[in-house]
Every structure is written in structure tokens, then in C-alpha cells.
T-cell receptor, first 112, second 114 residues
């Protein structure tokens, strides 16, 4: 069975600082990995995904994530935080078959 | 960009009442899903639907829940007799292909059971 663990339900960073949101996964088969973002009162929006190939994937709004099989991790980063990045971020895994399994989410707060 | 549309955005109901949550997936998509998110908790898979039948469902999706694609455009989730613990944000999603490669999510229906 697949699962996702997101470390830290809340993360605060200063505007302009590095954003690092941690995600570890468990999967018995090569996984598809995703990061979704949820802005207040909105639905889930795909930030980026890893399926196969290059392990460093770039997404929208300057975010990127690196698939590290040896660490079973897929951490999300952004070099310089912006106020508009404040949102809830969900890491997710799929076993290439059908459904996506989500982590509990990390709420990102941006400090002025 | 095409989008998944959900109505209503908020639904308030009394415990024991039936509710129907409506979704219009993207027109050329073939796979349809419902997820829910109880306040403060993770987004949970409920059910997937393909070729006019349920392809997978979670433990949450008991006999009180049903899904239907009554016509070529709508995808509905029905809860027959709502319980307090059914209060959550319900997300509809659709995709063109399998493998979760790109699910498009709607903006959700906030269900409050009183």
C-alpha cells in the first residue's frame, strides 16, 4: 500500500527566503509523485509531478522538487518565497494505476 | 484552460437528509473521482469511476454513498442519510487517462451536516 508523510503541518518562512517542504513516500512499485497546492477557498492545483526520467522536476510559480529513490523523498523547494505562495501544499503518490493518495498537507506561511 | 465545475460551493443539510453533490468533469475525460477533506485532515480518496461503473472505492465509501453519471456531462455523489461526520469539503476530479498523471480538481463543495 502506498502512503505519504509530510513533515510539519505548518511551515513559516520570511519573504525572500528558501522554501522547503518535506515529503517522504512509501510505495511497492515505482511511484508517480505529485505536489498540489490549495489556495484559500479554491480547489487543488497541480504544481508539479514526477513520473519517469529526470529526477529534478520543475513546476509552476518557481517551485521544483527532486525525486530521491534512496531516501524515498520528494521534497518541494523554491529559492525565494513570495507572499502569494501562502497556501496549503499536498504531496501525493500514485502507483501508476488509478487513484492518488495524498499526504496530510503543510500550510505555508510567509512572513513579511 | 478547461476546468472541473462543482455545484453548489456550499451545502448545509440536516442529519439524516439526502444530499447530491454535482460535478461537471472536463468534456473529453474518461476517469472520474471523488475525494473528501475533513477540516484539518488530509484529502482522502472516496471512489473512482470509469466506463459507467465504479472501478475502485475506499472503506469510507459505504452503502450510504453512491455515484452516478446520469448523462454525458454530469457526475454526481449522493449521500443517502447524512451523518455529522460527513461534514467535509468534497472534491470532484477527472482525468483523460489512468495513472493519476494529471487529475483536474474542482474547487470543491463544502458540506455541513447539522
Amino acid at each position: 500500500a502506498q502512503s505519504v508523510t509530510q513533515l510539519g503541518s505548518h511551515v513559516s518562512v520570511s519573504e525572500g527566503a528558501l522554501v522547503l517542504l518535506r515529503c517522504n513516500y512509501s510505495s511497492s512499485v515505482p511511484p508517480y509523485l505529485f505536489w498540489y497546492v490549495q489556495y484559500p477557498n479554491q480547489g487543488l492545483q497541480l504544481l508539479l509531478k514526477y513520473t519517469t526520467g529526470a529526477t529534478l522536476v520543475k513546476g509552476i510559480n518557481g517551485f521544483e522538487a527532486e525525486f530521491k529513490k534512496s531516501e524515498t523523498s520528494f521534497h518541494l523547494t523554491k529559492p525565494s518565497a513570495h507572499m502569494s505562495d501562502a497556501a496549503e501544499y499536498f504531496c501525493a503518490v500514485s502507483d501508476q494505476d488509478d487513484k492518488i493518495i495524498f499526504g496530510k498537507g503543510t500550510r505555508l506561511h510567509i512572513l513579511p | 484552460e478547461p476546468e472541473v465545475t462543482q455545484t453548489p460551493s456550499h451545502q448545509v443539510t440536516q442529519m439524516g437528509q439526502e444530499v447530491i453533490l454535482r460535478c461537471v468533469p472536463i468534456s473529453n475525460h474518461l476517469y472520474f473521482y471523488w475525494y473528501r477533506q475533513i477540516l484539518g485532515q488530509k484529502v482522502e480518496f472516496l471512489v473512482s469511476f470509469y466506463n459507467n461503473e465504479i472501478s475502485e472505492k475506499s472503506e469510507i465509501f459505504d452503502d450510504q454513498f453512491s455515484v452516478e453519471r446520469p448523462d454525458g456531462s454530469n457526475f454526481t455523489l449522493k449521500i443517502r442519510s447524512t451523518k455529522l461526520e460527513d461534514s467535509a469539503m468534497y472534491f470532484c476530479a477527472s482525468s483523460q487517462g489512468q495513472g493519476g498523471e494529471k487529475l483536474f480538481f474542482g474547487s470543491g463543495t463544502q458540506l455541513s451536516v447539522l
